[in-house]
T-cell receptor, first 115, second 116 residues
Framework: DAGVIQSPRHEVTEMGQEVTLRCKPI?????LFWYRQTMMRGLELLIY????????DSGMPEDRFSAKMPNASFSTLKIQPSEPRDSAVYFC?????????????FGPGTRLTVT | GQQLNQSPQSMFIQEGEDVSMNCTSS?????WLWYKQDPGEGPVLLIA?????ELTSNGRLTAQFGITRKDSFLNISASIPSDVGIYFC????????????????FGQGTILTVHP
């Protein structure tokens, strides 16, 4: 089975430009998560969805960040306008609901560089 | 908010040696997960733990869910060069049905270097 798919793998953009990161979760998973990883702050949860509905967006740093999940197989994270401090690796992860277990699987990440 | 203290921050060992790392928290967790991250890749799930006192193995890896539910340990036996990477612990507090069901709190990671 395919794992979590993210695109692009690398993105270089200039400050002020709009950036859109994409994610396809594992088929059948009903939870989707967006994380940001930096050396200084480690792995931070930005937002997560359950059945395409945003549940907790308390980690979204600013209004410049927005995330959508129009259907069960696709989500986007958008930054507009981008700033150099947004440079980081962004991960998407997915999991499925279970009363007896909990496993969260990560995609390969998108490395974003804002110049 | 919740914080996980993971130690050590880094380890330099010889191939064949055993490795131990741990995570501690001021909060009680219901689930502990251990991940490994290779350079340029996403974290890969190694082991999941669900009950206090639980001991689970995955090949040369063994992890334990502390009986206080505030800590967890990961051991790697007979290390090999491909064990190199960053190891993360992650904890989850909520049970099924809670509003924070999906949220994980991550440790800062342990960087493992294995010398051949």
């Amino acid at each position: 089975d395919a794992g979590v798919i993210q695109s692009p793998r690398h993105e270089v953009t200039e400050m002020g430009q709009e950036v859109t990161l994409r994610c396809k979760p594992i088929s059948g998973h009903d939870y989707l998560f967006w994380y940001r990883q930096t050396m200084m702050r480690g792995l931070e949860l930005l937002i997560y969805f359950n059945n395409n509905v945003p549940i907790d967006d308390s980690g979204m740093p600013e209004d410049r960040f927005s995330a959508k999940m129009p259907n069960a197989s696709f989500s986007t994270l958008k930054i507009q306008p981008s700033e150099p401090r947004d440079s980081a690796v962004y991960f998407c992860a997915s999991s499925f609901f279970s009363y007896s277990s909990y496993e969260q699987y990560f995609g390969p990440g998108t490395r974003l560089t804002v110049t | 908010g919740q914080q996980l203290n993971q130690s050590p921050q880094s380890m330099f060992i010889q191939e064949g040696e055993d490795v131990s790392m741990n995570c501690t928290s001021s909060s009680i967790f219901n689930t502990w997960l251990w991940y490994k991250q290779d350079p340029g890749e996403g974290p890969v799930l190694l082991i999941a733990l669900y009950k206090a006192g639980e001991l689970t193995s995955n090949g040369r890896l063994t992890a334990q869910f502390g009986i206080t539910r505030k800590d967890s340990f990961l051991n790697i036996s007979a290390s090999i060069p491909s064990d190199v990477g960053i190891y993360f612990c992650a904890g989850r507090t909520a049970n099924a049905g809670g509003t924070s069901y999906g949220k994980l709190t991550f440790g800062q990671g342990t960087i493992l270097t294995v010398h051949p």
